[in-house]
């Protein structure tokens, strides 16, 4: 059973509009989410994270929300650049537990000049 | 800059093989992993190690075992290739706690004929 589910396989932008890519989780356990980011031919690369105990992080264009309630994240690049064009991956864990991250699937985003 | 390499980008096997991947990190960081990245399905975890000789069992250990006797190396065993194991395979490690930003390879190019 996924626990970490990203239900739009890919999502295409235009240039200097905000993407939002969503990402919910099962396990109420889980307390600190994560994005990665991955290019064709690389590995991922971490991109920002939040704990349980906000609801918002910003870092530059990237701003991460965590509506715990109903158990949902989300990414919003604003605005977005045709180099964010990747693969990005959601990815959770209870943080108190050591126990590996839990990824999603994946979101292909395609950022169309 | 942290650095994890892999031994090969692309690898070509035949079936019935025995396939050693090797990965090492620069960073000495306690934890490492192996993951497999495949279309459709994201990254998923095949085993991870806190520790020098130790290892766990992720989501997806069969056909798989691991070797950590070094903390900067651990190596991925496929002790008989299957053409099921084709597949980009990606190394990740990370500091200590279990929050602690994972660091990826570029990853391997499997094929298993």
């Known amino acids: 059973d996924q626990q970490v589910k990203q239900n739009s396989p890919s999502l295409s932008v235009q240039e200097g509009r905000i993407s939002i890519l969503n990402c919910d989780y099962t396990n109420s356990m889980f307390d600190y989410f994560l994005w990665y980011k991955k290019y064709p031919a690389e590995g991922p690369t971490f991109l920002i994270s939040?704990?349980?105990?906000?609801d918002k992080n910003e870092d530059g264009r990237f701003t991460v929300f965590l509506n715990k309630s109903a158990k949902h994240l989300s990414l919003h690049i604003v605005p977005s650049q045709p180099g964010d064009s990747a693969v990005y991956f959601c990815a959770a864990l209870r943080f108190t537990g050591n126990t590996p991250l839990v990824f999603g699937k994946g979101t292909r985003l395609s950022v169309i000049a | 800059d942290v650095k994890v390499t892999q031994s090969s980008r692309y690898l070509v096997k035949r079936t019935g093989e025995k396939v050693f991947l090797e990965c090492v990190q620069d960073m000495d960081h306690e934890n490492m992993f192996w993951y497999r990245q495949d279309p459709g399905l994201g990254l998923r975890l095949i085993y991870f190690?806190?520790?020098?000789?130790?290892?766990e069992k992720g989501d997806i250990p069969e056909g798989y075992s691991v070797s950590r006797e070094k903390k900067e190396r651990f190596s991925l065993i496929l002790e008989s290739a299957s053409t099921n194991q084709t597949s980009m395979y990606l190394c990740a490690s990370s500091f200590g706690g279990a929050a602690d930003t994972q660091y990826f390879g570029p990853g391997t190019r499997l094929t298993v004929l």
């Open positions: 190690s806190y520790d020098v000789k130790m290892k």
């Open positions: 939040i704990s349980s105990i906000k």
